[in-house]
């Protein structure tokens, strides 16, 4: 079993910050990236932010500059930065690890249950 385990959604006015960390746990043998989406209604699920194994980073565009990921020093927790955050970050934001549970299996993604980010004054 692995369970991604999401925190730090809420409430914030535009131009503030929120921090959303995400834990993996569970059967894990390596994790080759993690990264953040994010969903509206009605809308498809897009890619925030990913960090892989090495620890290059790549952003969304209309987030660069304000939003920025990190791996935890255990390598098993995503962080997701977020500031100067504006209405139309306003999503269900998901945590990803594309991950192997064991040696020799092709890494595949798990997902964690999302956790709502609303910028609004």
């Known amino acids: 079993q692995v369970q991604l385990v999401e925190s730090g959604g809420g409430l914030v006015q535009p131009g503030g910050s929120l921090r959303l960390s995400c834990a993996a746990s569970g059967n894990i043998f390596s994790i080759s990236a993690m990264g953040w989406y994010r969903q509206t209604p009605g809308n498809q699920r897009e890619v925030v932010a990913l960090?892989?194994?090495?620890?290059?980073?790549d952003y969304t565009d209309s987030v660069k500059g304000r939003f920025t990921i990190s791996r935890g020093n255990d390598k098993n927790t995503v962080n997701l930065q977020m500031n100067n955050l504006k209405p139309e970050d306003t999503a269900v934001y998901y945590c990803n690890a594309l991950l192997a549970r064991q040696y020799g299996e092709w890494p595949r993604d798990y997902w964690g249950q999302g956790t709502q980010v609303t910028v609004s004054s």
């Open positions: 960090i892989d194994s090495n620890g290059r980073v």
